[in-house]
C-alpha cells in the first residue's frame, strides 16, 4: 500500500488533476519572474541595509558528512519582492494575510516598451489600458496586472536601471511604471487582484506622493516589484504564481514569482 502510493505520488509529478480537470503542465513552460538575491540585488538608495548572506557552515563535518547553512537578513523591500497593502494603507493586509487568490491567478502584459524607450519616466495610460483591451479582450476581476517597460535588461546596473544611485538619496531617481489613472481603472474599475512591473517601483521614478501605491493599497491590492523575463509572456494566457515569504505582520517581502505560460 505504501509502495503503491509513492509509485502514485512519482507519476503524478508532472501532471496534476485539480477538480477532476487534467493539470498537464507538461503543456507549459514555466518562467522565473524573479530576480535571484545577492551581492547585485538592486536595492532602493535609502534603503539603510541590503541582502546579506552569511554562512554558518560550509564543509565536511566530525561525522564525515557534508553540511552547508546560512542566515541571511533582507528589507522587505528590495529584489524581487511583494508590497503588501499596508505599506502605503493604515489597516491594509500585511504579507501572511493576502489571500492567495491574489498571489495565484491569470495575468495579462501590458508592454508600454515603445513608450519607455522613448521616455524613461513613462507612466502607463488609462488609454494604455483600454488599448490593451481593445487588441487582447476585457481585463477581467481577479486578473494580475503586469506591466511590461523593458527595464529588466537594466538589472543589476543600478544607475541604469534607476536612473541614479547615489546612495541614500531617492530624490532624482528615473524609471518608467504605471500612471495614476491607468492604476485608477485597474483597481478600482477592473477590481484586479494585483499589480506587477519590471522596475523598481509601481509607481515611476520621480513620483513623491507615491499614488498608484497609495490606489492600491486603499484596495487591499497587493504589488510586485523588480519582476523580469515578462518579455517571454504572452499578452494574455499565463497563469501568474507569487508567493512571498509570509512575513507575519510584514509590509511586504522576498518574492519567488514565476509563470505557466502554455506552450
Ligand atoms: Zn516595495
Known sequence: MRLGWLVAIAASVASVTVAGQQ??????????LSHAYGPSTVFWPTSPTKFELE??????????YFYAANTVRT???GGTHLDAPIHFSEGGRTTEQIPLEQLIAPAVVIDVTAHAAKDRDYRATREDVLAFEKAHGPITRGTIVLLRTGWSRHWPNARAYLGDDTPGDASKLSFPSFGPDA????VDERGIAALGVDTAS???GRSTDFQVHRIAAARNVPGFENLTNLDRLPPRGALVVALPMKIEG???GPLRAVALVPK
Open 23 to 32: 493539470l498537464d503542465l507538461s503543456a507549459y513552460a514555466i518562467v522565473d
Open 55 to 64: 554562512k554558518l557552515a560550509y564543509g565536511k563535518t566530525e561525522g564525515g
Open 75 to 77: 528589507p522587505e523591500h
Open 183 to 186: 492604476a485608477r481603472l485597474l
Open 202 to 204: 509601481i509607481d515611476f
Open 250 to 252: 510584514g509590509s511586504g
